[in-house]
């Protein structure tokens, strides 16, 4: 805990407070072939875009200077080879420094570690002072060219301050200091109501880069949807270790219940798998991993059929292939992936499914099913840290407006 100094009012902030819980969207980027999805956030009195990542809690930004360092044996590389944008964080005026804790976070793809520090944050027209974020100064390639760092959306739980004296880069699941992420600090201070919407962009695969559609904070982003939303609540995940949350069973990652899949064709060849299984919606990840017994066979009914590579560790499919339909049951819904998303353009000439095992990899030797950027950009997804629960719609045409704008 601490106690926040006096935050200076500015014309941004001044509007925010008098508005009152307004909603306000900002528009993404899509990078990557539509991989990857950055909005611009307000550090300090800098702008840079970060990583939109459902998936992940704390905000965190590149310092001027930082070390890029390869996954395999922690040998120092050159900056540019850590992909991120060349707009990186210098220490600003409301810079401040928290002694006695440190930034270390573990993803499935590398590690990023740093300083703990509170600085001013502006986001969709949203400032809030004495925000903690993590100034890094160490990485592993991890950017898209475009960001600068990412912006964590999960719970307070799976944040990514250590005490000071934590020195090993191997257990950064463990001994969390938690704190509030960004847009739990904008509720508390009341801003905003206390959810976030996604509403990710159909992104033409032969493009690295294009609009990516929206993030709205209390509110709705301007797309039109069905009329129904699907409502599920936000589950603890079983099979988390109490240790990777601070000794808590508690909330930590979008996770819910999905009640099972159906694929293959609506011409009369349709298939049902009506396992259950827990999940976790990670807007950071363009892949899909959920049970072998789900993804086996609808890869396999991509036309010519997507093959298991075990260089890629992923189903390589012709990127012209014909993908089947796909639709994953979540509450009262059955939600149906365009074909178009079932495909990665992961170089010029290869293209990967975005379905994989989940049993495949393993995060710390747990198997987690992830639903990632693939289902996102067909719906209308509501995160409700307020009500601790998720309610998707099914997206009708990102450039069309939406009249209802109230999230509820």
């Known amino acids: 805990m601490h106690l926040p100094k006096p935050f200076i009012i500015g014309a941004t902030m001044l509007a925010t407070a008098e508005a009152?819980?307004?909603?306000?969207?900002?528009?993404?980027?899509?990078?990557g072939y539509?991989?990857?999805?950055?909005?611009?956030?307000?550090?300090?009195?800098?702008?840079?875009?970060?990583?939109?990542?459902?998936?992940?809690?704390?905000?965190?930004?590149?310092?001027?200077?930082?070390?890029?360092?390869n996954s395999l044996d922690n040998m120092i590389i050159p900056e540019e080879g850590c992909r991120y944008?060349?707009?990186?964080?210098?220490?600003?005026?409301?810079?401040?420094?928290?002694?006695?804790?440190?930034?270390?976070?573990k993803y499935?793809?590398?590690?990023?570690?740093?300083?703990?520090?509170?600085?001013?944050?502006?986001?969709?027209?949203?400032?809030?002072?004495?925000?903690?974020?993590?100034?890094?100064?160490?990485?592993?390639?991890?950017?898209?060219?475009?960001?600068?760092?990412?912006?964590?959306?999960?719970?307070?739980?799976?944040?990514?301050a250590h005490p000071a004296n934590h020195t090993s880069n191997q257990t950064y699941w463990y001994e969390r200091l938690?704190?509030?992420?960004?847009?739990?600090?904008?509720?508390?201070?009341?801003?905003?109501?206390?959810?976030?919407?996604?509403?990710?962009?159909?992104?033409?695969?032969?493009e690295p880069t294009s609009f990516g559609g929206y993030l709205t904070l209390g509110g709705l982003p301007p797309v039109a949807h069905s009329e129904g939303f699907s409502s599920v609540p936000v589950e603890i995940l079983e099979d988390l270790p109490v240790a990777f949350t601070s000794g808590e069973?508690?909330?930590?990652?979008w996770a819910t219940t999905v009640s099972g899949a159906s694929y293959g064709s609506s011409a009369g060849n349709m298939a049902a798998n009506e396992t259950s299984f827990q999940a976790f919606v990670d807007s950071g990840n363009y892949m899909q991993y959920l049970p072998a017994a789900?993804?086996?066979?609808?890869?396999?009914?991509?036309?010519?059929?997507?093959?298991?590579?075990?260089?890629?560790?992923?189903?390589?499919?012709?990127?012209?292939?014909?993908?089947?339909?796909?639709?994953?049951?979540?509450?009262?819904?059955?939600?149906?992936?365009?074909?178009?998303d079932l495909i990665y353009r992961i170089s010029n000439e290869t293209c990967v499914?975005?379905?994989?095992?989940?049993?495949?990899?393993?995060?710390?030797?747990?198997?987690?099913?992830?639903?990632?950027?693939?289902?996102?950009?067909?719906?209308?997804a509501v995160f409700d840290f307020g009500n601790n629960e998720m309610r998707f719609s099914k997206k009708l045409d990102l450039n069309s407006t939406a009249s209802d704008n109230s999230g509820h």
Not at 41 to 54: E, H, N, R, S, W
Not at 179 to 205: C, N
Not at 307 to 335: H, M, R, S
């Open 108 to 160: 499935g793809d590398g590690i990023a570690s740093g300083e703990m520090a509170y600085e001013n944050v502006s986001l969709g027209g949203i400032s809030v002072g004495d925000q903690k974020v993590g100034i890094v100064n160490v990485s592993n390639p991890m950017g898209d060219g475009v960001n600068s760092g990412l912006l964590g959306l999960a719970y307070p739980s799976i944040t990514s």
């Open 353 to 380: 499914s975005s379905l994989a095992s989940s049993e495949s990899i393993s995060i710390e030797g747990l198997t987690l099913n992830i639903i990632g950027v693939p289902f996102l950009k067909n719906v209308i």
């Open 34 to 69: 539509g991989t990857v999805f950055d909005v611009p956030i307000t550090i300090g009195d800098q702008t840079f875009d970060l990583l939109v990542d459902t998936g992940s809690s704390d905000t965190y930004v590149m310092k001027t200077g930082y070390t890029c360092i």
């Open 294 to 340: 789900i993804v086996e066979p609808v890869n396999a009914m991509f036309s010519p059929p997507a093959i298991y590579n075990n260089k890629t560790q992923a189903y390589v499919v012709e990127c012209d292939a014909l993908a089947p339909e796909f639709g994953l049951k979540i509450g009262n819904q059955t939600f149906f992936h365009n074909g178009e």
């Open 178 to 206: 938690p704190y509030d992420p960004v847009l739990f600090t904008m509720h508390k201070e009341g801003f905003i109501e206390p959810y976030f919407s996604l509403a990710l962009a159909h992104t033409p695969q032969n």
């Open 20 to 31: 009152g819980n307004s909603s306000f969207t900002a528009n993404l980027t899509a990078t």
């Open 85 to 105: 944008s060349n707009k990186t964080y210098t220490i600003s005026e409301t810079h401040r420094s928290i002694s006695d804790e440190i930034f270390g976070i």
């Open 249 to 253: 069973k508690v909330r930590s990652y």
